[in-house]
């Protein structure tokens, strides 16, 4: 953040008193205060320690260029963005590091509609931010700041209108629910009471040190959830990122599945009821996804790869389905946002509509093996490889949204893209089984290098 780009894939990001300042924080308040210029704005927050900090530096920011703020104090993301929405704001600053360790935090920017900033529009406060000329009010006009209480009360109702309450209550489905001591406590229990689940709950204790386990729900942070749900023989394992958009299932067995794997049955689901519908997903997410639209009748639009921009496609064309391989599910119908406890509700709804157990019904989808890899390219030469390596697959079934995707008859895919940090490509690749899977990553290493050597 030093005179570099401001915003990154999800809003500003740095490590707290190192690159997110309290300073930053406060010249961040002015820019989208004056981006804003004198609207009704929300602010809120996940559980991270430095929260309370950013979100008085970011506040004074803001109501020093006569906007208003709304302190909803802490609630997850989705909760924040439904909250913007409902109370007719003009748009929302959100201080969260989503799934990122504790000495990190975030500045996101929310519209009037609850959906993050587009990219264009980052770009105009990232200028005001460095032209350094805020539009400051007069003293008789500074912002005035109040609290905004039942935000996430209100939230976790509106979700509730989307599914069918009742009968996910007839089955007393017995629930482990693991926040990562953060925001998703907040909601996520109350929620699965509300709809008549038995609840048991670990890391559910608010704090931001994340002493429980750390904020990214993957595999290896979720061993204590896999096991309590096998050990106390419950029917499912929920668990949310540090803002609580994305939700990650533990079936039955104690396997923790993968977010498109759940992704597809609501997908699934979702083409059932809504014949034909489209379905908005970035280039990285399983041919899962693609197997199901084939099947059930579905239309899938392919995007580059980052929630905001899923965000911003569903909206463009009215879609009312979204999804990451990450476990971000958008379900338009509420809000066209990642949203952790909307996910949860719409899978208990499967579960007690087919009466089938998780694994089951993961167990009914076509099963892909991923392989990763990775090739190093010097940044300058990137975007020339880039240019050989769609001319040399352009005979092939592709998407060259972001990076390459090819799709092969066999079901195997592979998604070759440059790091936005690293100076190296990324290769991912699934196929029917491990080996041919490894067989993709070789054979497109291999070409790479070839490439990346020619230039
Ligand atoms: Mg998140």
Redesign the pocket.
């Known amino acids: 953040m030093n005179g570099k780009k401001l915003f990154g894939t999800n809003g500003i990001r740095g490590m707290v008193n190192k690159e997110l300042t309290v300073e930053l924080a406060v010249k961040v308040g002015l820019s989208v205060g004056t981006f804003f210029s004198g609207k009704k704005l929300l602010i809120g927050r996940d559980a991270r320690t430095s929260g309370a900090m950013l979100t008085k530096a970011v506040t004074a920011g803001l109501v020093a260029t006569g906007c208003c703020v709304f302190d909803a104090g802490m609630a997850p ?1 989705p909760a924040l963005q439904y909250a913007v929405k409902a109370n007719k704001l003009a748009g929302g600053v959100i201080i ?1 590091a ?2 990122n360790p504790p000495e990190y935090n975030g500045i996101k920017v929310l519209w009037s509609d609850g959906v993050e900033i587009s990219h264009e529009q980052e770009d105009q406060i990232e200028q005001l931010y460095y032209e350094g000329k805020p539009r400051l009010s007069e003293w008789h006009n500074i912002g005035l700041i109040s609290k905004l209480q039942g935000v996430n009360r209100e939230y976790v109702e509106a979700v509730k209108t989307h599914v069918n309450v009742n009968l996910i209550a007839t089955k007393r489905f017995h629930v482990i629910v693991d926040p990562a001591n953060s925001v998703g406590s907040l909601t996520a229990p109350r929620l699965l009471k509300d709809l008549g689940c038995k609840v048991t709950t670990i890391n559910a204790n608010i704090d931001g040190t994340f002493p429980g386990r750390m904020p990214e729900p993957r595999p290896e942070n979720l061993h204590s959830l896999a096991a309590t749900v096998k050990t106390l023989g419950a029917d499912i394992g929920i668990a949310y ?6 939700a990650i299932f533990v079936g039955e067995t104690g396997e923790v599945y993968m977010g498109d794997k759940t992704f597809a049955l609501i997908a699934k689901s979702f083409l059932q009821k809504n014949p034909g519908a489209r379905i908005v997903t970035p280039v990285s997410s399983s041919t899962l996804i693609k197997d199901v639209a084939e099947t059930y009748g579905g239309e899938i639009v392919w995007t580059k790869v980052g929630s905001v921009t899923v965000a911003q496609k569903m909206k463009e064309l009215g879609a009312m389905l979204g999804g990451e391989e990450n476990g971000g599910v958008f379900y338009g119908q509420h809000q066209p946002v ?1 949203d952790g406890a909307m996910t949860t509700a719409l899978i208990l709804e499967i579960m007690a509509e087919t009466g089938k157990k998780l694994s089951e019904l993961i167990g009914e989808q076509p099963q892909y093996f991923i392989e990763k890899g990775k090739v190093e390219c010097p940044e300058e030469k990137k975007e020339k490889v880039l240019e050989k390596l769609r001319a040399q697959t352009s005979s092939l079934k592709t998407s060259t949204i972001d990076g390459v995707k090819i799709w092969f008859d066999d079901g195997g895919a592979i998604l070759i893209r440059p790091s936005g940090t690293e100076p190296v490509y990324r290769l991912y690749a699934e196929a029917k089984n491990s080996e041919k899977a490894a067989r993709l990553i070789e054979k497109y290493a291999a070409m790479l290098k070839q490439i990346i050597q020619s230039i």
Request: proline fraction near 0%; charge should be negative.
């Open positions: 993301t969260t989503s799934h990122d540090g803002d609580a958009d994305r990642r």
